[in-house]
T-cell receptor, first 111, second 114 residues
Framework: DAKTTQPPSMDCAEGRAANLPCNHSTISGNEYVYWYRQIHSQGPQYIIHGLKNNETNEMASLIITEDRKSSTLILPHATLRDTAVYYCIVRVMNQGGKLIFGQGTELSVKP | EAQVTQNPRYLITVTGKKLTVTCSQNMNHEYMSWYRQDPGLGLRQIYYSMNVEATDKGDVPEGYKVSRKEKRNFPLILESPSPNQTSLYFC?????????????FGQGTRLTVV
């Protein structure tokens, strides 16, 4: 199964953009990149996903490199409520669309 | 409101006493999964189901059972719980074509086995 690598922690100033990197060099051509976040021990919350093209929604933007070996999640204007653990995930085709979670990045948004 | 509901949220039990954690979704999703989350190990898939009466093992199925008699429900059964099953459990559901659709997670069940 494809694995993801993320920095364990990052800080960001409130109101600034948070750029969270992720490496997924073993990703297969038909596997999607997903981002979820988890606040304390609540259920993971979906943020965004993509296959090849960059994606944007009301929460964030996802930039995927052309070779698909890495991606960046961008929170354009981070708030204190964005403090959470962010998971970059490869979603496989089998096992009911299994989500392969890595260790995540603990993002701290500071005033 | 679209949601996945797990019960109970917290449970403390003794070794060997059978228990069931329920999971229900109101989105008519075909795919449902159970994950456990442990410090340093992240979330790992226990069992999954691709539709009614279709269940299969995930990555860490030992000591667990599941059933899928109705589309909306996917209970997790621990026939004889042991302390190494102390963990935070999440149920998730998504629609057919799962690799390109959002998976919804429940609020979690924190289980302690003493």
């Amino acid at each position: 199964d494809a694995k993801t690598t993320q920095p364990p922690s990052m800080d960001c100033a409130e109101g600034r953009a948070a750029n969270l990197p992720c490496n997924h060099s073993t990703i297969s051509g038909n596997e999607y990149v997903y981002w979820y976040r988890q606040i304390h021990s609540q259920g993971p919350q979906y943020i965004i996903h993509g296959l090849k093209n960059n994606e944007t929604n009301e929460m964030a933007s996802l930039i995927i490199t052309e070779d698909r070996k890495s991606s960046t999640l961008i929170l354009p204007h981070a708030t204190l409520r964005d403090t959470a653990v962010y998971y970059c995930i490869v979603r496989v085709m089998n096992q009911g669309g299994k989500l392969i979670f890595g260790q995540g990045t603990e993002l701290s948004v500071k005033p | 409101e679209a949601q996945v509901t797990q019960n109970p949220r917290y449970l403390i039990t003794v070794t060997g006493k059978k228990l069931t954690v329920t999971c229900s979704q109101n989105m008519n999703h075909e795919y449902m999964s159970w994950y456990r989350q442990d410090p340093g190990l992240g979330l790992r898939q226990i069992y999954y189901s691709m539709n009614v009466e279709a269940t299969d093992k995930g990555d860490v199925p030992e000591g667990y059972k599941v059933s899928r008699k109705e589309k909306r429900n996917f209970p997790l059964i621990l026939e004889s719980p042991s302390p190494n099953q102390t963990s935070l459990y999440f149920c998730a559901s998504s629609s057919y074509g799962a690799e390109n659709t959002e998976a919804f997670f429940g609020q979690g069940t924190r289980l302690t086995v003493v």
